[in-house]
C-alpha cells in the first residue's frame, strides 16, 4: 500500500462547477498537509497549507483534512478554465523547521470544460 | 514571498557528462532546500534534502555519488548529475522550506542523449 493514495483522473467538469479533489494516506504521522497546482512542465505551486483537522478557506479554495479518516479534501468553487492543472496533494511529518521533504500522491489530471 | 529560482530551465547533454543545476531561494533565507524527480505523468519523488553548511541527507536507492549536492549559503543549493546517463533523463525541481510551507523552483528539463 503507498502511503498517499490520490485517483489520477482526469477529472472533467464543466465551467462553473464545484470540484472535489481528495486524498487518503496510511502514516499517522504525517502533521502538514498542503495542495500544490502544477502546469506541464512547470514546478508546483502551492496552493493551500494546513496542519490541524478541519477546513481552511482561501478564496476559492477550501481545504478540508480528516486526521481519523487520514483524508483530506480541495473544493474548488466556480471553476474556470485557467484551473486545469493537475493537483497534487502532498503531506509530511512533524520535526521542527520544516526540515522534512514531502511525500506527494500521484496527482489529479483536472479539466476544467469552458 | 517564498520565491524560488532555478537554472538552467532545460538542459540536453551527452552521456557521461556532468550536469549541474541551481537552485535559490529569491527572497528568503533557506536552511533546508529539497531536491525532487519527476517522471512523465508521475508525482514527485524526494531525492535528497540539503542542508546548508553540512552533508545533504539521501532517501533510499538515490545514489549520493551520482547526485552531489552542495548548500553552501542559505540561498543557493546546486545539484550536479555525474557521469548522467539517458535513464538520469527527468524533470528535476527543488523547493525550499518556509514558514508557510514549501516553495518550489520552476524545474529543470534534463535529457541525456
Known amino acids: 500500500q503507498k502511503e498517499v493514495e490520490q485517483d489520477p483522473g482526469p477529472l472533467s467538469v464543466p465551467e462553473g462547477a464545484i470540484v472535489s479533489l481528495n486524498c487518503t494516506y496510511s502514516?499517522?504521522?504525517?502533521?502538514?498537509f498542503m495542495w500544490y497546482r502544477q502546469y506541464s512542465r512547470k514546478g508546483p505551486e502551492l496552493l493551500m497549507y494546513?496542519?490541524?483537522?478541519g477546513n481552511k478557506e482561501d478564496g476559492r479554495f477550501t481545504a478540508q483534512v480528516d486526521k481519523s479518516s487520514k483524508y483530506i479534501s480541495l473544493f474548488i468553487r466556480d471553476s474556470q478554465p485557467s484551473d486545469s492543472a493537475t493537483y497534487l496533494c502532498a503531506m509530511r511529518l512533524n520535526s521542527g523547521g520544516g526540515a522534512d521533504g514531502l511525500t506527494f500522491g500521484k496527482g489529479t489530471h483536472l479539466i476544467i470544460q469552458p | 514571498g517564498a520565491v524560488v529560482s532555478q537554472h538552467p530551465s532545460r538542459v540536453i547533454c551527452k552521456s557521461g557528462t556532468s550536469v549541474k543545476i541551481e537552485c535559490r531561494s529569491l527572497?528568503?533565507?533557506?536552511?533546508?532546500m529539497f531536491w525532487y524527480r519527476q517522471f512523465p505523468k508521475k508525482s514527485l519523488m524526494l531525492m535528497a534534502t540539503s542542508n546548508e553548511g553540512s552533508k545533504a541527507t539521501y532517501e533510499q536507492g538515490v545514489e549520493k555519488d551520482k547526485f552531489l549536492i552542495n548548500h553552501a549559503s542559505l540561498t543557493l543549493s546546486t545539484l550536479t548529475v555525474t557521469s548522467a546517463h539517458p535513464e538520469d533523463s527527468s524533470f528535476y525541481i527543488c523547493?525550499?522550506?518556509?514558514?508557510?510551507?514549501?516553495?518550489f523552483g520552476p524545474g529543470t528539463r534534463l535529457t541525456v542523449l
Open positions: 494546513t496542519y490541524s483537522s
Open positions: 523547493s525550499a522550506a518556509w514558514t508557510s510551507g514549501q516553495y
Open positions: 502514516n499517522s504521522a504525517f502533521q502538514y
Open positions: 527572497d528568503f533565507q533557506a536552511t533546508t
